[in-house]
């Protein structure tokens, strides 16, 4: 399974990608990190009905894990789709440290966040601040998430003046990129990724940009079969 190894000195971090690999990622937690066995899985609804949730939770309690689960926002009060940009907050992020001492988090535990680039994004600044930061691992779940948010250690949290006003630099301990969970995503959010993965060739990488091109026709492919 390819691996990329991001070179930051004390803070380097391996970046896994594959297909069907949520099934390893309790093996490999236990194996690479030495981390301590409380975890909080913060996400949200809609990621929690998908079909791979309940069973990533289960490995990890087996594995020997304490695993509390954490939706922004909290399930009982939305049902629809919300608008996740608008939880991107500092009462979201107070809710979190409320729930990380509810499941008795310390500097030993770790946050993993699932979801797009706005879970990501919050629930990045909340395990960075918590008593001054603890252990993060992102498995991002959007095409957006994958290839840009969840790599380069910027978490954000907006103000009713403007987005990701308020943030931190800080790096996960690992990110898990399974591209198998991309099947359940919207074409919008699709679209929205593969314009992050064209401004990429378009600003830094030339071949990059003509690998685009001559594969364009697989992209469209990929996006009519979205919903
Ligand atoms: N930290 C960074 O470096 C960085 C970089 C770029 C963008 N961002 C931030 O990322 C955010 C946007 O993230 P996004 O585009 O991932 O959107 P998002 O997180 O809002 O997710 C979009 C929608 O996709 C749904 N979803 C997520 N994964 C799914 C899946 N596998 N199947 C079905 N539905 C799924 C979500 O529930 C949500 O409704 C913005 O807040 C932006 O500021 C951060």
Redesign the pocket.
């Given at each position: 399974m390819p691996e990329i190894n991001l070179k930051l000195h004390k803070n380097s971090y391996p970046i896994i990608i594959g297909s069907k690999i949520l099934t390893g990622f309790a093996k490999a937690l236990k194996q690479r990190l030495f981390l301590g066995n409380r975890l909080v899985i913060v996400t949200?609804?809609?990621?929690r009905r998908?079909n791979w949730f309940n069973p990533l939770c289960k490995r990890l309690s087996r594995a020997g894990y304490k695993v509390g689960v954490v939706s922004v926002p909290p399930e009982a009060t939305h049902r629809r789709?919300?608008?996740?940009?608008k939880f991107?907050s500092n009462q979201m992020a107070m809710y979190l440290y409320g729930e990380f001492l509810k499941n008795r988090l310390d500097r030993t535990s770790t946050v993993i966040a699932v979801?797009?680039?706005?879970?990501?994004?919050l629930a990045?600044f909340a395990a960075s601040t918590y008593m001054r930061g603890i252990n993060l691992i992102h498995i991002?779940?959007?095409?957006?998430?994958q290839v840009?948010?969840?790599?380069?250690?910027?978490?954000?949290i907006?103000l009713p003046q403007g987005?990701?006003l308020v943030?931190t630099f800080y790096q996960p301990r690992m990110v898990y990129i399974d591209i198998d969970?991309?099947?359940?995503?919207?074409r919008r959010?699709i679209r929205?990724?593969f314009a992050?993965i064209v401004k990429y060739g378009v600003i830094k990488d030339g071949s990059f940009f003509n690998y685009l091109e001559e594969n364009i026709e697989v992209i469209q492919d990929i996006i009519k079969s979205k919903n």
């Open positions: 949200n609804p809609t990621l998908l789709e919300p608008d996740l940009e991107k979801g797009g680039g706005t879970t990501g994004d990045s991002p779940t959007t095409l957006l998430a840009d948010s969840s790599i380069g250690g910027k978490t954000a907006n987005k990701n943030g969970v991309l099947k359940s995503l919207p959010e929205c990724g992050e």
